[in-house]
């Protein structure tokens, strides 16, 4: 096992590793941008380095910088978190020839996941089902033509290296093929420096589900399940649940065994998520890999009792498994709401400056993963999320109810947060029935008449 991390991330996720080294006995290195002098988890740490100024161009991205705190702190291996260099197929390169272990998958999985037509084929090879579309890259206008007409219209386009929602675009017929096919090719091409995109059929108002897995060097793979994250606002989750509402249990067993042949073909080793889109008929289809721990894996810690970030760490160490699918238990249902410093009521702008007071809730079945405390003053340089508010309880309808109550003690004066848009969608009856899809939040909070009216 290691000795020393270090911890190329900041918030809410720098404090979560810092709490599993806790708990290993390892130690740890936090770095921080000057933006971040007053960083929670910087007290938590057992070194700190400051790597630069608060733009993550010159710290959190910053590739000599840390590798250089790296060197300095003698660690043996670099937590990169969730985003900034997390999936940097480059980054992982460069700590495995400076000796240092990434905590993730090797470079080069990263890089042939990350270009989606090419981790599209690999699940095809595997025996996952995706969605019909073109066999890899669409170079040229007459080719996209040719293989939107043969899988029929509506399609889309999608950006190879995209993300976020990124480089995509709809099309309905012919000429939007054609406009949306450059379209999408410039928009990646400035957004990612690639211009690379693929074609395939457009599933109307799909379902986003998700598998968690676990691959070990030695050839063992698991799925923990899966997450229900289809409540989106323009590609930002909202809330999490575990396990799905919207599928039975032989979907969720077909999902599970479908992410482990891809992850065994990918050998995989590390944690990762595989994404599937569910239609109207119960269908699933494979979308992406997403090859790093993600915001919500603490929905999936929630039902299966196990600490991901541990096993990230145990299984970049080398060490093995050592369970198998058979040991996995799931137990109880979890939802999470992302706590984000937006103004729902103002188009969920960014709401930045001095909490002047923060109160987390707390009580039976209640977990707030948080970087925010009374006096924090929350940067404008990054990502608005202070936190998670979770709950684990017997049932969903339980798991509503508890959060409902969560949300209702939670205090935080000073910036606008997202509490009370997480509490009517909690409210809904599209929601509480479970029949919501990934327009969800458009067709109900779309408008700024919705948004005003919160509570
Ligand atoms: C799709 C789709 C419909 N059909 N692919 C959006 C982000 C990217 N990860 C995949 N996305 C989608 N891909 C096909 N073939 C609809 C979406 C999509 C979406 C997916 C998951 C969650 C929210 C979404 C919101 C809009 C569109």
């Known amino acids: ?109 990263i890089a042939a996941l990350g270009q989606k037509d090419n981790a599209k084929q690999m699940a095809r090879d595997a025996g996952c089902p995706v969605v019909p579309g073109s066999p890899g890259s669409v170079d040229t206008e007459s080719e996209a033509v040719k293989i939107a007409a043969e899988i029929g219209y509506p399609v889309i386009i999608k950006a190879a290296f995209g993300g976020g929602g990124r480089g995509m675009r709809v099309a309905r017929n012919e000429p939007s093929l054609i406009n949306g096919y450059h379209a999408a090719r410039s928009e990646a091409k400035n957004a990612f420096g690639n211009a690379t995109v693929y074609v395939e059929k457009f599933v109307e108002n799909p379902r986003h589900v998700e598998v968690q897995i676990l691959g070990d060097m030695h050839g063992n793979v698991v799925h923990l399940g899966e997450r229900d994250c289809t409540v989106q606002r323009r590609h930002q989750k909202l809330i999490e649940e575990s396990p799905s509402p919207m599928i039975d249990e032989d979907t969720r067993q077909r999902m599970g065994e479908a992410a482990v042949r891809l992850i065994k073909h990918a050998k995989y080793h590390n944690a990762g998520t595989v994404e599937f889109l569910l239609d109207k008929n119960g269908d699933f289809y494979f979308i992406e890999v997403n090859a790093r721990i993600q915001v919500e894996h603490t929905v999936t810690e929630m039902v299966t009792g196990i600490d991901l970030i541990r096993e990230q760490i145990r299984l970049a160490a080398g060490e093995e498994l050592g369970y198998t699918q058979a040991d996995i238990k799931f137990n109880g249902h979890c939802i999470e709401c992302r706590l984000n410093a937006e103004d729902p009521r103002k188009d969920f702008q960014p709401s930045p400056g001095l909490v002047e007071t923060f109160v987390p809730p707390g009580g039976p079945g209640v977990r707030v993963d948080s970087h925010c405390y009374s006096g924090y003053r929350i940067p404008p340089t990054y990502d608005s999320m202070i936190g998670k508010i979770l709950v684990h309880r017997p049932t969903r309808e339980m798991a509503i109810q508890t959060m409902q109550r969560a949300l209702g003690e939670t205090v935080v004066v000073g910036p606008k947060t997202t509490i009370p848009i997480s509490r009517a969608i909690l409210d809904h009856p599209d929601f509480r029935q479970a029949v919501h899809d990934t327009g969800f939040m458009e067709r109900y909070f779309g408008n700024s008449a919705a948004l005003a009216g919160l509570r």
């Open 1 to 109: 096992m290691f000795r020393r991390i270090l911890i190329a991330n900041r918030g809410e996720i720098a404090q979560r590793i810092i709490r599993a080294c806790r708990e290993l006995g390892i130690e740890t290195v936090a770095v921080y941008s000057e933006a971040d002098a007053d960083a929670l988890y910087l007290s938590q740490a057992d070194e700190t380095i400051c790597i630069g100024p608060a733009a993550s161009a010159g710290s959190y991205l910053n590739i000599p910088a840390i590798i250089s705190a790296a060197e300095v702190a003698d660690v043996e291996a670099i937590h990169p978190g969730y985003g900034f260099l997390s999936e940097n197929a480059h980054f992982a390169e460069v700590c495995r020839s400076c000796k240092i272990h990434f905590i993730g998958p090797d470079p080069e999985t």
